[in-house]
């Protein structure tokens, strides 16, 4: 397999405590290949590499919606479609292509109303204690990972304790 491009990482996006962290060995790049995603987990850290159109990357392997794993999602391109709540975002930018179903603040603070997709009845809008929940919910921005190859294995920077 012809070796990968590494993506760089958004511009304000790569997580605390990676800066001056030493590289690991977490995969090799014939376990990702093109199209792919896979979780490593180091500790309670649940970290996604994934293989697009573009190259690879690490970022954290929680929605920043409420946290499902983006592993488990459809990767298209650059963009991962979350299985829980219908949330799109390019893994290539950070940034959120669709807002997840159940609608929320977007990293700015503006809000988002809930919305179905065409095949599904409309939901109204309630005012009860979940529905508060769900629009105070903020989706946050993706944190990345350095990540770099060497020898054909997949190393990522994981945060220092
Ligand atoms: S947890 Fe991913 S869109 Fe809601």
Same mark, same amino acid.
């Given at each position: 397999?012809?070796? +990968?491009?590494?993506?760089?990482? +958004? #511009?304000?996006?790569?997580? +605390?405590? /990676?800066? !001056?962290?030493?590289? &690991? !060995?977490?995969?090799?790049?014939?376990? @990702?290949?093109?199209?792919?995603? @896979?979780?490593? #987990? $180091?500790?309670?850290?649940?970290?996604? @590499?994934?293989?697009? &159109?573009?190259?690879?990357?690490?970022?954290?392997?929680?929605?920043?919606?409420?946290?499902?794993?983006?592993?488990?999602?459809?990767?298209?391109?650059?963009?991962?479609?979350?299985?829980?709540?219908?949330?799109?975002?390019?893994?290539?930018?950070?940034?959120?292509?669709?807002?997840?179903?159940?609608?929320?603040?977007?990293? &700015?603070?503006?809000?988002?109303?809930?919305?179905?997709? +065409?095949?599904?009845?409309?939901?109204?809008? /309630?005012?009860?204690?979940?529905?508060?929940?769900?629009? !105070? #919910?903020?989706?946050? $921005? @993706? $944190?990345?990972?350095?990540?770099?190859?060497?020898?054909? $294995?997949?190393?990522?920077?994981?945060?220092?304790?």
């Amino acid at each position: 397999m012809v070796e +990968p491009r590494v993506l760089p990482i +958004p #511009t304000g996006l790569q997580a +605390p405590g /990676t800066a !001056a962290s030493p590289f &690991e !060995a977490v995969a090799s790049f014939d376990e @990702l290949p093109p199209g792919t995603l @896979l979780r490593i #987990t $180091r500790g309670d850290l649940d970290v996604l @590499l994934a293989h697009t &159109e573009a190259g690879l990357l690490a970022t954290d392997d929680r929605c920043p919606h409420m946290s499902a794993p983006l592993s488990q999602g459809v990767l298209e391109g650059c963009v991962v479609g979350c299985p829980l709540h219908a949330g799109r975002f390019d893994l290539c930018t950070g940034e959120t292509v669709r807002f997840p179903t159940t609608g929320g603040l977007d990293p &700015e603070g503006g809000y988002h109303s809930t919305w179905q997709p +065409p095949d599904r009845p409309a939901k109204p809008e /309630t005012a009860d204690a979940k529905a508060q929940a769900r629009a !105070a #919910t903020r989706v946050r $921005r @993706l $944190r990345y990972y350095p990540l770099r190859i060497r020898a054909g $294995r997949i190393e990522v920077a994981f945060p220092r304790p």
